[in-house]
């Protein structure tokens, strides 16, 4: 079972690259009390061993998981562009982690910010 959950989460985030570059569309949550909505990771832990925050993401062709997951949060679009040259700059900065395309459950492929940028680059070229 593992390894189908990790071979589903593989082919969101690839999905999620292939999409993004295509359409130049990324969908994210909002905190009803304002700023982007922060989950935790199943993958990595700060310094004190807690989960580390991650900003979860969603290309336009998970973006029914997105709205699965989130329930009543407010779900916002952000195009390629900004998301690349603004967004993602100031996450690697923050150290924060992106999840992929989860699912409804919160299970995904997660990445460090600076890994996501770098990943990004070498696909445009």
Not at 56 to 71: G, P, Q
Request: glycine share 6%.
């Amino acid at each position: 079972m593992t390894f189908k959950l990790k071979t589903d989460s593989s082919n969101r985030f690839n999905k999620f690259i292939q999409d993004i570059l295509e359409n130049g569309k990324i969908f994210y949550m909002l905190h009803p009390e304002g700023g982007v909505f922060l989950c935790t990771s199943n993958e990595f832990f700060d310094e004190n061993q807690m989960p580390a925050p991650v900003i979860a993401v969603w290309s336009l062709t998970y973006l029914a998981y997105a709205k699965r997951y989130a329930n009543e949060l407010e779900i916002k679009e952000i195009h390629f562009e900004e998301f690349y040259q603004q967004m993602l700059p100031v996450m690697t900065q923050d150290g924060l982690i992106l999840g992929v395309n989860w699912d409804q459950n919160g299970f995904g492929s997660e990445i460090i910010a600076s890994d996501m940028y770098e990943k990004i680059s070498r696909s445009i070229v």
